[in-house]
Nanobody, 118 residues
Framework: QVQVVESGGGLVQPGGSLRLSCAAS????????MGWYRQVPGKQRELVAR??????DYADSVKGRFTISTGDAKNSVNLQMNNLKPEDTAVYYC?????????????WGQGTQVTVSS
């Protein structure tokens, strides 16, 4: 019904940058929130950044380094990550809160690996 696809992960050295992209498709009538979460083995998935209209929210650990923005395509969002640190290493997941023609729900992408290492 709703598909979420992420791209842009990879390996980067400390201090480097990466840009993640996420696109949602399907029977979407209204996009409420798009966000990025991350998870490392043995830990809970945590919020990185989210956007609802013009409002944005960031985890304290990424404020000033990461920027969430809407993409050029409809129902898409980007996460620009600068000054990356080894502790940013995780699988990053895109999440969308949307209303379809039948219901409102949360949908997750498959995740993209970000590794920060020298």
């Amino acid at each position: 019904q709703v598909q979420v696809v992420e791209s842009g992960g990879g390996l980067v050295q400390p201090g480097g940058s990466l840009r993640l992209s996420c696109a949602a498709s399907g029977n979407i009538l209204l996009l409420h929130v798009m966000g990025w979460y991350r998870q490392v083995p043995g830990k809970q998935r945590e919020l990185v950044a989210r956007a609802s209209g013009s409002l944005t929210d960031y985890a304290d650990s990424v404020k000033g380094r990461f920027t969430i923005s809407t993409g050029d395509a409809k129902n898409s969002v980007n996460l620009q990550m600068n000054n990356l640190k080894p502790e940013d290493t995780a699988v990053y997941y895109c999440n969308v809160d949307v209303r379809t023609n039948t219901s409102r729900g949360n949908y997750w992408g498959q995740g993209t690996q970000v590794t920060v290492s020298s």
